[in-house]
């Protein structure tokens, strides 16, 4: 979720910590430490080894706060600086241009904690916990109404912004509040009314608020067993549908109506299609898969050619789910 679009500048960091690191192609790199905190800033990280496409070009800064106290420095540091944000959880959902991004990159998934509050069956985790852990916990507790989510990859943060959802639940189904993090430092916390749910969406997308937390109502007392094995199912079925042995962002294009964006990408006859390493997957042609070596410009050209072609044939334009940050060239 990219939460600014400012032209970065870069501050005078004289006043701040700073370690000289082994030098590189890409020059000196460094770290900042946050005064006050174990929070470290480092430049030109690069973002392959963050996302689940496995592709990405650097990060100008970035850091992954391990606390509340943390993450309002690194955004106080960011607005002292002029930098733009953006922030990524699990990166399971996100294609990032091999230019990289500039700014600060706060990536969240080390915020962790969580609570099972067994009188009133209410779980409030930390935005960088992962969902899949929390569906086998919540299992293995006999708490229901995690089971579903067992084959989502990605964060809390993550789900709750995007209203995840598979096997016809969603996130807005459980979701009591959501603690987020405003530019001010201020915290708020919003109900699903407030946060406007629809179809993979929530108002925050696109805004500068960040989720630090999150609070779900589940069901406790539940025969463990009978949970476990529904969960199981659940990622049997995931596994056995969809391509998870190759890295991908998960479904690619948001469901159309009456037609699946699957349906319509298979029947335009580009099951298998391929632009350099990028391919339409054998196994769901909702998912577009690195076969090893793919660069993200391979992978935008491919999302690219898929919308002309289904629009060719169909007359529909396919709208991605998937998040695409920092610069692309245009596709002719």
Known sequence: MTISQAAASVCSIADIKSNS??????GKRKEIYLPGTDCGIK????????????VGGPAEYYTAPRNLESLRASIEYAKTCQLPITVLGAGSNLLVSDRGISGLVVVTRKLRHSNFNPEIGQLTVAAGESIPSLAWEAARLGWRGLEWSVGIPGTVGGAVVMNAGAHRSCI???????????PDGTLETLTPKELDYRYRTSNLQGSDRIVTQATFQ?????????????????????????????PSCG?????PTPHGAGWLIEQSGLKGFQIGKAQVAQRHANFIINCGGASAGDIFSLISHIQHQVQEQWSIWLEPEVKMIGEFSAVS
């Open 172 to 182: 807005a189904n459980i979701l009591v509040s959501a603690q987020v993090l405003s």
């Open 21 to 26: 690191r082994a030098t590189d192609k890409l």
């Open 251 to 255: 479904s690619v294009f948001r469901n």
């Open 218 to 246: 589940l069901q406790p007392g539940t025969d463990p067993e009978q949970l476990l094995a529904i969960t199981k199912e659940h990622k049997r079925h995931r596994l056995s549908t969809q391509p998870y042995d190759k």
């Open 43 to 54: 430049t030109q990280v690069y973002l392959s080894g963050y996302t689940s496409y496995r």
